[in-house]
């Protein structure tokens, strides 16, 4: 089956450490995306990547960081930089490279509860 | 900044009713998308409207789609329970000189059975 696949589905951390989060996906689509969501609320960009080894700061990248060494693999780092880490995540991916075909392939989430 | 809003921000209606929901954007687009979102879920895509095209149909949704307003509409018809979801418009944007993809605040709707 393709799709996309993020995990843990639950994620608990201490204050001051540093946390990762998976996504991979198996479509074969260049872009990539991380977007936070809070309760109640829409949905905003951290990072995004278009290509291998290339990606952009997104709406709220700071305190986060990424790495896209594989074209199947976008994990996030939530690190202790970030004031108020706790939220649902959604990592994305879509075609990408052709501006009028985005739609966007999303996880079921990661939910980070910083204890 | 959130490049999509939508309007009302929670509808409440009776199952069989149609339900109608609004988004708003602000810069020029090349396509416009609805998403659905069941608590705690991911988002699934519903529809994608090209700016060239002014309503779109499928199933039991219909989008419309206004450049001239920059906004869009999804109408559910026959709404169901199931239906139940928060819905989000989507749209595209270059930044920089890549393509990204931005959602607005989302419409919470409730089918009562």
């Known amino acids: 089956d393709g799709g996309i696949t993020q995990s843990p589905k639950y994620l608990f951390r201490k204050e001051g450490q540093n946390v990762t989060l998976s996504c991979e996906q198996n479509l074969n689509h260049d872009a990539m995306y991380w977007y936070r969501q809070d309760p109640g609320q829409g949905l905003r960009l951290i990072y995004y990547?278009?290509?291998?080894?290339?990606?952009q700061k997104g709406d709220i990248a700071e305190g986060y960081s990424v790495s896209r060494e594989k074209k199947e693999s976008f994990p996030l780092t939530v690190t202790s930089a970030q004031k108020n880490p706790t939220a649902f995540y959604l990592c994305a991916s879509s075609i990408g490279i052709d501006i009028a075909n985005t739609e966007a392939f999303f996880g079921q989430g990661t939910r980070l509860t910083v204890v | 900044s959130q490049q999509g809003e939508e309007d009302p921000q929670a509808l409440s209606i009776q199952e069989g009713e149609n339900a109608t929901m609004n988004c708003s954007y602000k810069?020029?687009?090349?396509?416009l998308q609805w998403y659905r979102q069941n608590s705690g879920r991911g988002l699934v895509h519903l529809i994608l409207?090209?700016?060239?095209?002014r309503e779109k149909h499928s199933g039991r949704l219909r989008v419309t789609l206004d450049t001239s307003k920059k906004s869009s509409s999804l109408l559910i018809t026959a709404s169901r329970a199931a239906d139940t979801a928060s819905y989000f418009c989507?749209?595209?944007?270059?930044?920089?000189?890549?393509?990204?993809?931005?959602f607005g605040t989302g419409t919470k709707l409730q089918v009562i059975p």
């Open positions: 810069t020029s687009i090349n396509n």
């Open positions: 409207i090209r700016s060239n095209e």
């Open positions: 990547s278009q290509i291998v080894n290339d990606f």
């Open positions: 989507a749209t595209d944007a270059r930044s920089g000189g890549y393509q990204k993809v931005t």
